[in-house]
Nanobody
């Protein structure tokens, strides 16, 4: 059983930045998803086991960066130029995978989830 723990959420003004962390990242394929009030969960970003392949939702492309430090067993989501519409609970997710360079943007492929971190962006 993998227990993922997110940290780094908070309140920030529009245009500001936050960095989320998730541990442990282990040897899993990893991803970030978010859910805003009254909306369905949506994909944000994913990173392969190797860290060499990433994928982003169009809504965050160019503003968010997903990364991982395998030595520290931690994954990150650097969020810049935040907008009020980025307000949501952010969840990290992990999936068991043998392939080193594949990514998945569908939540059902992830077997492990963190408890969520609230990100609130004020206008």
């Amino acid at each position: 059983q993998v227990q993922l723990v997110e940290s780094g959420g908070g309140l920030v003004q529009a245009g500001g930045s936050l960095r989320l962390s998730c541990a442990p990242s282990g040897t899993y394929g990893m991803g970030w998803f978010r859910q805003a009030p009254g909306k369905e969960r949506e994909f944000v970003a994913a990173i392969s086991r190797s860290g060499l392949t990433t994928r982003y939702a169009d809504s965050v492309k160019g503003r968010f960066t997903i990364s991982r430090d395998n030595a520290k067993n931690t994954m990150y989501l650097q969020m810049n130029s935040l907008k009020p519409e980025d307000t949501a609970v952010y969840y990290c997710a992990a999936r068991r995978v043998q392939a080193m360079h594949t990514v998945v943007d569908i939540g059902n492929f992830y077997g492990y989830w963190g408890q969520g971190a609230q990100v609130t962006v004020s206008s």
